[in-house]
């Protein structure tokens, strides 16, 4: 019985820590993507794997509360992040990322402890991390957007998003009329600074 268990594991051992075999006479230094030969039949050597991932250099979300009052937020893709509490004179920061289940991610920011779920005025920073091919290279860029919701919870208070062209500068704390979408690299740190 005690062999009859040991024996199929010491089978996977072996040929789990056993030589790769390579054929058409190519040493194992011959191979820089793997132990499998190349597929022309000329000897060149051809990629058996795909090319390693191409690490991005990724900006920030942020939010900056300049307020003499806490603010609360959320961030919304297909879950929704647990709540953070943002202290006067603190930020919050988030690392752009994807959600192709939504198409985005959207930052939501009330002055209500529980505004997200009493549909107490909210703030909306929403982005975008989306590729294009631009003469021939990759773009990675981020689309973003501001907008209010239920009311405007910061109705009498400056709100500033930066960098923006043209400027996304609400002076008493309303949105204009009219789309505030944006792009930017994806590299820039977006910084939204309320009060």
Same mark, same amino acid.
């Given at each position: ?10 089978? @996977? ?13 190519? %040493? ?10 190349? %597929? ?12 390693? +991932?191409?690490?991005? #250099? ?11 009052? +806490? !603010?609360? !937020? ?7 992040? $647990?709540?953070?509490?943002?202290? +006067?004179?603190?930020? /919050?920061?988030? @690392? ?8 985005? !991610? ?5 002055? #209500? ?6 549909? =107490?005025?909210?703030?909306?920073? =929403? /982005?975008?991390? =989306?590729? =294009? ?19 405007? $919870?910061?109705?009498?208070? &400056? ?6 062209? &043209? ?29």
């Amino acid at each position: 019985m005690f062999f009859s268990t040991i024996l199929p594991l010491l089978s @996977l051992t072996t040929v789990a820590f056993s030589n790769p075999t390579i054929h058409n006479n190519l %040493s194992l230094r011959d191979c820089p993507y793997g132990a499998f030969p190349p %597929s022309s039949s000329n000897g060149e050597l051809i990629p058996t794997s795909t090319p390693s +991932p191409v690490y991005r #250099n990724l900006g920030h979300a942020i939010v900056h509360n300049n307020c003499n009052f +806490p !603010i609360y !937020i959320w961030s919304v893709a297909s879950m929704v992040e $647990p709540k953070r509490i943002i202290l +006067p004179n603190d930020e /919050y920061r988030e @690392l752009f990322r994807e959600n192709a289940d939504t198409g985005g !991610i959207a930052i939501k920011i009330t002055t #209500n402890r529980d505004g997200l779920y009493t549909s =107490a005025p909210q703030m909306i920073f =929403a /982005y975008n991390l =989306a590729s =294009a091919t631009e003469r021939g290279q990759r773009q990675d860029k981020v689309w973003y957007d501001l907008s209010d919701v239920f009311g405007d $919870p910061f109705v009498g208070y &400056p709100v500033n998003l930066m960098p923006a062209e &043209p400027s996304i500068c609400w002076k008493d704390g309303v949105p204009p009329a009219g789309s505030q979408v944006r792009a930017v690299d994806s590299s820039t740190d977006l910084v939204l600074s309320l009060c």
